[in-house]
């Protein structure tokens, strides 16, 4: 037998029949019961996020993000203006329902509509919006968009291997950690090494499962803690 029969009867990847590839995100909102995710809107929101961003005035949210801090309404205006004229990066603002107030960023992007894959990134959570119900279930929202009404294969956070409370977050929230790409990014002047993390369309059900359950209204006591983790409604 020739080593290129040999090499032809090596196992290959498993099929993925009838696959197509996906549609692009819409340009709509998604509703949940704390938060609204909806398209970025520089007019609307940039008042707000820069109020709500004002509130953590040692700028430690922009650490690990290529711009700002954001001394001037302008200024912050002006990247807003720049980040909602492209389509990927696809960015969204976050509402707190409670105020109808935009209180935070995040967005889809390196769109692969033909492999089936999307990430989510550029996640800018002011004070306002940290360790409440609306964060945990933003995120869950953009992931439903991306698993049950577009069908995509896989689902990305990646994050400066350094950024610990992102790294965090991104395993409570059920990615698993794959590795990381030494020397990938140049941003501030700095070198970064991104930790890659990711969920898996055939791990999205049970994850779907956890977060209805940790957000349902009889999660919450009156105080509005929660009475049982993610982490514990994932089994993990």
């Given at each position: 037998?020739?080593?290129?029969?040999?090499?032809?009867?090596?196992?290959?990847?498993?099929?993925?029949?009838?696959?197509?590839?996906?549609?692009?995100?819409?340009?709509?909102?998604?509703?949940?019961?704390?938060?609204?995710?909806?398209?970025?809107?520089?007019?609307?929101?940039?008042?707000?996020?820069?109020?709500?961003?004002?509130?953590?005035?040692?700028?430690?949210?922009?650490?690990?993000?290529?711009?700002?801090?954001?001394?001037?309404?302008?200024?912050?205006?002006?990247?807003?203006?720049?980040?909602?004229?492209?389509?990927?990066?696809?960015?969204?603002?976050?509402?707190?329902?409670?105020?109808?107030?935009?209180?935070?960023?995040?967005?889809?992007?390196?769109?692969?509509?033909?492999?089936?894959?999307?990430?989510?990134?550029?996640i800018n959570y002011s004070p306002r919006l940290q360790?409440?119900?609306?964060?945990?279930?933003?995120?869950?929202?953009?992931?439903?968009?991306?698993?049950?009404?577009?069908?995509?294969?896989?689902?990305?956070?990646?994050?400066?291997?350094?950024?610990?409370?992102?790294?965090?977050?991104?395993?409570?929230?059920?990615?698993?950690y794959e590795g990381t790409f030494r020397q990938a990014?140049?941003?501030?002047?700095?070198?970064?090494?991104?930790?890659?993390?990711?969920?898996?369309?055939?791990?999205?059900?049970?994850?779907?499962?956890?977060?209805?359950?940790?957000?349902?209204?009889?999660?919450?006591?009156?105080?509005?803690?929660?009475?049982?983790?993610?982490?514990?409604?994932?089994?993990?």
């Open positions: 037998m020739t080593d290129f029969q040999n090499e032809l009867d090596q196992p290959i990847g498993r099929p993925v029949p009838g696959w197509t590839p996906r549609p692009l995100p819409p340009a709509t909102p998604m509703s949940g019961r704390f938060c609204r995710v909806e398209p970025l809107v520089p007019a609307v929101h940039a008042a707000d996020l820069f109020e709500a961003n004002r509130e953590d005035p040692a700028g430690r949210n922009w650490t690990y993000l290529g711009y700002g801090p954001f001394e001037e309404p302008a200024a912050y205006r002006d990247c807003l203006d720049q980040m909602a004229a492209g389509k990927d990066p696809m960015f969204h603002a976050i509402i707190d329902l409670a105020t109808g107030r935009a209180v935070g960023v995040a967005s889809y992007l390196r769109i692969d509509p033909a492999n089936g894959v999307i990430e989510v990134g550029h360790r409440k119900p609306a964060a945990t279930e933003a995120m869950f929202l953009m992931m439903r968009r991306a698993f049950d009404e577009l069908g995509y294969r896989r689902y990305e956070w990646k994050c400066d291997d350094r950024n610990q409370p992102s790294r965090a977050a991104a395993q409570r929230l059920g990615f698993t990014v140049v941003y501030k002047g700095r070198n970064r090494d991104s930790a890659w993390f990711s969920i898996l369309d055939s791990e999205w059900p049970a994850l779907k499962t956890a977060f209805e359950r940790w957000l349902a209204p009889g999660n919450f006591d009156a105080e509005g803690r929660q009475r049982q983790s993610l982490a514990a409604l994932r089994g993990a």
